[in-house]
């Protein structure tokens, strides 16, 4: 997966790094998604990667307090992300985990994994790597201020508490899980607490961040936002 092919400049017009952050449920995946698809570069969900080794970690049964077993996997973690009918399919070790790595407990393990320094240092190197061209936008918690401090353009997605529950409540029983929303705006708020307060890359927006409250915008407004920022960018850096 972390595989990168491509030229920094296409047509005089310089590829960038764009950085999307914000916390669980604001978004970040379907605009990231859509934004790549119109600039023509490609997207990564870097969330998936930690819910990957939350995935393989369960199926293993391993202590995730051990450090070895968890370098182990790491280390030998192998993700492949297709696009499958217009949506991402995710796979690891060669077994598709597309759904398991959306459920509840899932996220909620990656969360804490990725705290863990022994964790992020094993998937740091492979975030670079696919970066290094350009022509990528990343969806994480940390992109713009620990992975990416230098991307040319950032973004920090957020909304409040009950509508990002709200969405994510909407979009686990489409997907035919028994959840409640009083337990997914729980979890919700413990992920947001974990992921702000942890020593290790806290959740914050980057310095220099264009923030975007998405709680009363309609996906097409956010995307065009997002979109008129990178291109006015574009066109900074290209001339």
Do not use: H, W
Request: proline share 3%; hydrophobic share 35%; glycine share 8%.
């Amino acid at each position: 997966m972390d595989t990168v092919s491509g030229e920094n400049m296409i047509g005089g017009k310089k590829r960038l790094i764009v950085t999307i952050d914000g916390p669980s449920g604001a978004g970040k995946s379907t605009v990231s998604m859509i934004a790549a698809d119109r600039l023509g570069y490609r997207y990564i969900n870097t969330g998936a990667l930690y819910r990957a080794v939350a995935v393989e970690a369960l199926k293993q049964g391993i202590d995730t307090n051990n450090e070895a077993e968890l370098r182990e996997i790491c280390s030998s973690l192998q993700i492949s992300i297709y696009k499958r009918n217009g949506l991402l399919v995710y796979f690891v070790n060669e077994r598709e985990v597309t759904g398991e790595i959306r459920e509840p407990k899932i996220s909620l393990l990656a969360s804490g994994l990725s705290a863990k320094e022994i964790v992020r240092k094993g998937l740091f190197g492979i975030q670079r790597r696919l970066g290094r061209n350009g022509g990528v936008v990343f969806e994480g918690r940390d992109m713009g201020t620990v992975v990416f401090p230098e991307a040319e353009i950032k973004f920090y997605l957020n909304a409040k508490p009950e509508e990002r529950a709200k969405r994510r409540y909407r979009e686990l029983t489409e997907n035919n899980y028994d959840v409640t929303y009083e337990q997914i705006l729980r979890e919700l708020i413990k992920r947001d607490a974990d992921d702000s307060s942890r020593k290790l890359s806290p959740l914050r927006p980057a310095r220099e961040a264009v923030i975007i409250d998405s709680t009363q915008m309609e996906l097409e407004e956010v995307v065009m936002l997002m979109l008129d920022s990178i291109q006015k960018k574009i066109d900074f850096v290209s001339c």
